[in-house]
């Protein structure tokens, strides 16, 4: 029914930048809450921010002021920003999208398939 597709993970330097994508396809009415979370190994997968569909944000403690989420609602795509990088930023990321769904208006959150940044001298 839906699909994402991140992209844009990678290896990058301590205090380097990259810039995570999200894109979604299929039988889309309306996307709600768009999100980005987090998992390092033997960690559980933790939020990292979340954007409202009105544009409102919210950030973990630890990545405020270094990472930005924003969204373009005509290409149902989610970004993250990541500034400042620091080795703990080292995880797999993956994008969630609350989409409702045609032809029955039905809600449902979708997860991207995940996209590793690692961040390592």
């Known amino acids: 029914q839906v699909q994402l597709v991140e992209s844009g993970g990678g290896l990058v330097q301590p205090g380097g930048s990259l810039r995570l994508s999200c894109a979604a396809s299929g039988s889309i009415f309306k996307i709600n809450a768009m999100g980005w979370y987090r998992q390092a190994p033997g960690n559980e997968r933790e939020l990292v921010a979340t954007i409202t569909r009105a544009g409102t944000t919210n950030y973990t403690d630890s990545v405020k002021g270094r990472f930005t989420i924003s969204r373009d609602n005509a290409k149902n795509t989610v970004y993250l920003q990541m500034h400042s990088l620091k080795p703990e930023d080292t995880a797999v990321y993956y994008c969630?999208?609350?989409?409702?769904?045609?032809?029955?208006?039905?809600?449902?959150?979708?997860w991207g398939q995940g996209t590793q940044v690692t961040v390592s001298a």
């Open positions: 969630k999208q609350g989409v409702t769904t045609t032809p029955f208006l039905q809600k449902n959150d979708y």
